[in-house]
């Protein structure tokens, strides 16, 4: 399989490009300078260049406080672009996969969000993710959109300069009291498993529709941040506060339920805990210096 990834160089684009590589597929991973989702004409030059099988539409405007300030910014990204994507997809006859988010919910429903679930975004993060969804749904219906939450990955994000894991490995590193808020509930994500699901998914020719691709269970940031210390054997000044009234709304709980995987005879993704404990294992390796006699 040739997929053309948009933004495919931040967490999700990396850990899709190891998979795709293990799995045997090939993938075009265009830099922003190169092709600008924002252009059609550069989008569709560049998904018939590629002759792919899958358009891959992982281009972003994420920072929420900065969404707030841009509308235009995150419209123009993630609805926009998306749309720009889905049409050159559609016009080749490719499959558009667009990576979305639990911000398209009001985070009101107790016990957590189905794929069917009618969204409410309650930021324009949210909204803008929430247009990219139905504008790539009616540009190309052979499209999946595949949603995730609290992503974090070895390449960290190429927005926001890391992930959250990384800021709170920093702080604690650095002895700064931390203080994060307990009152969001969500489901965490490794960019890994998400890129590995999103594989399967198109492996099993998985009918078009809406798919959630969070680890199972739920936690809130500050229970994140005191598991990753836990697990990762580091001192913290760590506290618990709530979410201030000038933050950006935020959903309250918005945990990602997967109701379609066992219908499709798909394995259940592994829980949050299992992820990070992977991944900060994986990181430690990374780090690790070789030794003497086969350093460079």
């Known amino acids: 399989m040739r997929l053309l990834v948009f933004g495919g160089w931040g967490q999700v684009g990396s850990d899709l490009a190891t998979v795709a590589a293990e799995r ?8 922003r300078g190169e092709v600008d989702v924002e252009d059609p004409a550069a989008v569709g030059h560049a998904v018939r260049a590629a002759d792919a099988d899958v358009v891959v539409d992982l281009a972003a405007f994420h920072r929420t406080e900065e969404c707030e300030r841009r509308p235009d910014r995150a419209f123009a990204v993630n ?27 009001d985070g009101e429903r107790a016990g957590g969000y189905a794929e069917h679930d009618p969204v409410r975004p309650v930021n324009v993060y949210g909204a803008s993710k929430a247009a990219g969804e139905m504008l790539v749904r009616s540009a190309c219906p052979r499209s999946l959109v595949i949603r995730g939450s609290g992503m974090f ?12 894991i990384e800021t709170m490995l920093a702080s604690a590193r650095a002895g700064e009291r931390i203080e994060v808020v307990d009152d969001l509930t969500f489901a965490p994500t490794a960019t890994r ?32 941040a005191r598991t990753t210390f836990e697990l990762g054997g580091v001192q913290a000044d760590l506290s618990p506060r709530p979410t201030a009234r000038h933050e950006v709304r935020r959903p309250r709980y918005s945990v990602l339920l997967d109701t379609r995987s066992a219908a499709l005879g798909l394995p259940p ?27 460079a």
């Open 24 to 31: 045997g597929h090939e993938l075009v991973r265009p830099r």
């Open 269 to 295: 993704m592994r829980r949050w805990e299992d992820a990070l404990r992977w991944y900060l294992r994986v990181r430690a390796d990374a780090q690790m210096p070789a030794p003497a006699g086969e350093r």
């Open 153 to 164: 990955g070895h390449a960290g994000s190429s927005g926001k300069g890391g992930n959250f």
């Open 79 to 105: 609805a926009l672009g998306a749309l720009n994507a889905a049409r050159a997809a559609h016009t080749a006859g490719a499959t558009c996969v667009y990576v979305s988010t639990d911000y398209v919910f």
């Open 193 to 224: 498993d998400l890129a590995d699901r999103l594989l399967l998914l198109l492996e099993r020719e998985a009918p078009p529709g809406i798919y959630h691709g969070a680890n199972r269970g739920s936690c809130s940031w500050f229970e994140l």
